[in-house]
């Protein structure tokens, strides 16, 4: 076995096995890392799903936290959609909406032992954003008295073509430390908010085939308001996280605030 150190995209050291058959990876996190546990936890979860790498083992040594998964190579699919056109596009939006749906939020909170946070905790703790203006912070409690309290499935926390690999003509979905239970829209909202903020030329056209993929396989009604409501929530997540990072950081994610208190989502799509 040669042990090769992977580069790009990793925000832990990542560890390639080389003679391993199939190949396999060794990630190492530093024992406290919360992310990690929740990445291990949503993997474990869905091991038999063959839409994620498969987890070997996991342990923890010293201050360190090991596990070992499958190796996955392939081409980033956000790569494909910067390279190719509208059509490829929204072929991949649809196949997205297809696996959130049938994949990823059919599993159910009851589901089993997965030790995994609720995320809706998060998305509602604004008091301690001391770098958000107190205006727009009002906008944004107003904003959130709205969320709904569904049914609790498994969230991805950043599911978009972003974090999905394309090999050999299968997608596996990665980087899951973000994952967690809550409402499905989180999972939603957010993929057609990334669809808008990068890619606006094609954000009607791929928010509905992935909308139209993802509804006809639950009986969720969602509409451009809902998108603009969970989307807020989940930039409130994120903005938890960054409280402390450099003030650069802040400001852009205070930009991204403001853009999506202000952005119309034009959706309405579900069954009855």
């Known amino acids: 076995m040669k042990i090769v150190e992977l580069t790009g995209g990793y925000t832990n050291k990542t560890l390639l096995l080389e003679g391993t058959d199939p190949l396999i990876i060794a990630k190492i996190y530093h024992v406290n890392n919360t992310d990690a546990k929740t990445e291990i936890s949503a993997l474990k979860l869905l091991t038999h799903s063959k839409l994620t790498p498969r987890v070997y083992d996991s342990f923890e040594k010293d ?11 392939g081409v980033n699919v956000q790569a494909l959609i910067d390279q ?7 072929t991949i939006y649809e196949q997205l909406g297809v696996y959130l749906a049938t994949e990823v939020h059919s599993i159910k909170r009851n589901h089993g032992e997965a030790e995994l946070p609720v995320l809706e905790e998060s998305a509602i703790h604004v008091h301690e954003l001391e770098f958000v ?3 727009m912070l009002s906008t944004v409690k107003e904003v959130l008295t709205t969320l709904e309290h569904g049914e609790h499935t498994l969230i991805h926390g950043d599911y978009g073509p972003h974090n999905v ?4 003509n299968s997608m596996f979905i990665l980087d899951w430390e973000w994952a967690g239970w809550g409402n ?27 909308l139209n993929a993802y509804t006809e ?13 969970y989307s807020v929530s989940k930039v409130i997540q994120i903005m938890n996280r960054i409280k402390h990072a450099h003030p650069d950081v802040q400001k852009e994610w205070l930009r991204r605030l403001e853009w999506t208190l202000q952005t119309n989502f034009g959706v309405n799509k579900g069954n009855d």
């Open 63 to 73: 201050e360190w936290l090991f596990v070992t998964m499958d190796y996955v190579p």
């Open 84 to 90: 190719g056109g509208l059509d490829q596009a929204k």
């Open 133 to 135: 203006p107190s205006e």
């Open 165 to 168: 690999m394309l090999s050999e």
């Open 184 to 210: 499905p829209l989180l999972d939603v909202a957010w993929v057609v908010w990334f669809v808008y903020l990068h890619y606006p030329h094609m954000a009607k056209e791929l928010s509905e085939v992935f």
């Open 217 to 229: 396989r639950t009986n969720i009604e969602i509409t451009g308001e809902v998108i603009r409501t």
